[in-house]
């Protein structure tokens, strides 16, 4: 219980110095939201008006705390731009890419642990190079590119094998289940190929560093194969590792999905954003901004407990150095 207050009292820390930085960040900017809104003719009269409506004629300090108020009672704003509220706005575009990040992270680990486990234990080296050299070409190849050869054998209307749609998403969005889902297949896939490499290798170096451990060898002692005792014996210590990299590579996804959106013409966060900020919507923007961010944190300190969760001994070093610096 210590251990998890101080992590949520690091974390609100961290929020806080966040929120500091997107609000000083989109200040530093070129531009002005209300000269936008007002148009090209508008009259300095009128853009006027409008900053003082939307509350840009306060100190930046007033502002910040206006803002941060209205985060702390889950109010975001309202789009100067489209006039809906930023929370709105969020959680329509969280609609799409949430499901295509988690549809992604299940292609990556479904494909990156079953064959970074095979290429740990396969017996012939040439299949261990063989596989070791599919890990690194299919991380090595940009979702862009990838992308855009899935498009070319499966998209429906341009590719050889046309199965799948390769462009938009329904209108109905997930009131169409089957065809919202369907829509987001092949941008599943290229983000999932990609990071199912990294997967891959990380699961084939935690296993080779159990290979020769004295708990495998424990096991293969007590009546378990090589493969047995790896599988459920070395698989299992290097959970704690493997959630880890699974952690981060959802993280990643994040920033790495917006490419795909725009290459398959999905409506996700990373259409907003680019659209919010070319508009200079100075009130989404830095809403935004914080809520990715803070979800990138979050991310982290979820990655942080199930870590430990997973590997008490942690929390024993952690006792452990916290006793020797009181004393």
Do not use: K
């Not at 459920?232 to 959970?239: C, D, H, P, Q």
């Not at 590579?249 to 013409?265: K, R, Y």
């Amino acid at each position: 219980m210590r251990y998890l207050i101080w992590r949520l009292i690091w974390f609100a820390v961290a929020l806080l110095g966040l929120s500091l930085l997107v609000f000083a960040a989109l200040r530093i900017l070129p531009g002005d939201v209300a000269s936008v809104m007002a148009g090209t003719n508008a009259t300095p009269a009128r853009v006027a008006a409008i900053r003082s409506r939307m509350g840009l004629d306060r100190s930046y300090p007033q502002q910040y705390a206006d803002w941060l108020g209205g985060l702390l009672h889950g109010n975001m704003g309202v789009s100067a731009i489209s006039g809906r509220t930023v929370a709105s706005q969020i959680g329509s575009h969280a609609a799409i890419t949430l499901p295509l990040i988690v549809l992604s992270l299940l292609v990556a680990l479904s494909i990156g642990i079953p064959m970074g486990c095979q290429a740990a234990l396969a017996g012939s080296p040439r299949v261990r190079s063989v596989l070791h050299t599919i890990a690194i070409v299919g991380g090595a190849v940009p979702a862009l590119w990838g992308g855009l050869l899935l498009i070319m054998l499966f998209g429906r209307g341009v590719g050889l094998i046309g199965i799948l749609p390769s462009q938009g998403f329904p209108d109905a969005g997930w009131h169409a289940p089957r065809a919202a889902l369907i829509s987001l297949i092949l941008p599943a896939i290229t983000t999932g190929l990609v990071a199912g490499a990294g997967i891959m290798r990380y699961t084939r170096a935690c296993l080779i560093s159990m290979e020769d451990s004295d708990t495998v060898a424990m096991a293969m002692a007590c009546g378990m194969t090589r493969r047995q005792a790896m599988l459920r014996v070395g698989l299992r210590l290097s959970a704690a590792q493997l959630v880890s990299v699974a952690g981060l590579t959802f993280a990643q996804m994040i920033t790495g999905v917006m490419v795909v959106e725009s290459l398959f013409n999905l409506p996700g966060l990373g259409a907003m954003l680019i659209n919010d900020v070319g508009n200079r919507d100075l009130i989404a923007v830095q809403s935004e901004l914080f809520l990715l961010a803070a979800f990138f944190l979050l991310l982290g300190l979820l990655v942080d407990l199930m870590h430990h969760a997973l590997d008490p001994r942690l929390g024993e070093r952690t006792q452990h150095v916290g006793g020797e610096e009181h004393a």
